[in-house]
């Protein structure tokens, strides 16, 4: 990036935030913070109002602003193929605002780069396998992500793991994130008195209230999911795999941390962390020879045990055909 555009993209990113500080912009841009104060410094002298707060950061005056900067080919591309994926994740609530922010773009658009835009979404297509809720599809997304930013709490009957033990929540919404293919609420559940994991798949019915809560104001998404995954993912394993079956590997294996190291004999060794070694034998079993489990001890006496009961299963299943 040049530094033209640097400076410009830096009065959006200003523009875009009540308070940013040095480190901040110097990260985005990734530039060094001295730099950052060198291009604050030809802002302000090119007329910029950029106004400094101590301790705090850098902000526009109140009242400034750019006119809006058109969209090159390459960033409309980019928000074209985000909206072919919220297709494919999101629920209507979202598919619908973003459907309409993408026609605004479009409206927009110089006539050769609508062209262009309308190439690409021929030739161009995403298709992600994320389960459907199908009848139970509720436009939750955006009501919960304004519950999230305005701090209204959100009552909400659970049905956790579903096993049928459904119960009544009151929650204070923290954050939504999609991961393993689902999308979940990160929320202080008051009947626990603690942060928890809610999969919207299994909220049988919830409704965002008035009512307001206060606090989590140093709550972080990051650290919870990072501290997630310490939590449950405490087995070390390393598996064998062929290379033909590597892509399925990384599709399907959820495990944090995974490393690869590529074999000279046609095989990829694979470490990883796993919570539960029953469900790990199971997948793993999945691909025939194509895997070989390493390590753990256990993980391999897991799919030992299982192999034998499925032998025994279908010798049972030839006795009884002989009879």
Not at 15 to 21: L, N
Not at 87 to 116: H, M, N, T
Not at 149 to 177: F, N, S, W
């Amino acid at each position: 990036m040049n530094r033209i555009d640097r400076l410009t993209g830096m009065i959006l990113l200003l523009q875009s935030h009540r308070v940013i500080t040095a480190e901040k912009i110097a990260a985005h841009f990734e530039i060094s913070v001295r730099t950052v104060y060198r291009d604050l410094q030809a802002l302000g002298e090119a007329g910029v109002p950029i106004i400094g707060e101590a301790g705090m950061g850098y902000s526009l005056m109140r009242g400034y602003h750019v006119p809006p900067v058109m969209f090159t080919e390459n960033e409309a591309a980019a928000l074209f193929l985000s909206g072919e994926v919220t297709e494919q994740i999101a629920d209507e609530s979202l598919r619908g605002a973003l459907r309409d922010a993408l026609l605004k773009i479009r409206a927009v658009l110089p006539a050769e780069r609508r062209d262009y835009l309308n190439r690409l979404s021929r030739s161009v297509r995403v298709w992600l396998p994320v389960p459907s809720s199908g009848d139970k599809e509720r436009q939750s997304l955006m009501p919960l992500q304004q519950a999230v930013v305005r701090k209204q709490c959100v009552a909400l009957t659970y049905d956790a793991g579903r096993r049928g033990l459904v119960t009544d929540r009151m929650v204070e919404p923290l954050g939504v994130v999609f991961y393993g293919r689902q999308w979940h609420l990160i929320a202080h559940c008051q009947l626990r008195g603690a942060v928890r994991d809610f999969r919207l798949d299994r909220m049988d019915s919830w409704q965002v209230l008035e009512e307001r809560f206060h606090g989590h104001d140093d709550f972080s998404m990051k650290d919870f999911l990072a501290e997630q995954i310490r939590a449950h993912e405490i087995i070390p394993m390393v598996i064998r795999f062929r290379q033909e079956v590597m892509e399925r590997v990384r599709t399907e294996c959820y495990s944090a941390s995974l490393t690869e190291c590529p074999l000279d004999d046609g095989w990829v060794r694979v470490e990883g962390l796993t919570s539960c070694t029953k469900w790990m034998a199971s997948w793993v079993m999945g691909f025939g020879l194509d895997a070989e489990v390493e390590e753990p001890a256990e993980l391999r006496e897991e799919i030992r045990a299982m192999a034998g009961q499925m032998a025994e299963r279908y010798r049972t299943a030839e006795i009884f055909s002989a009879c």
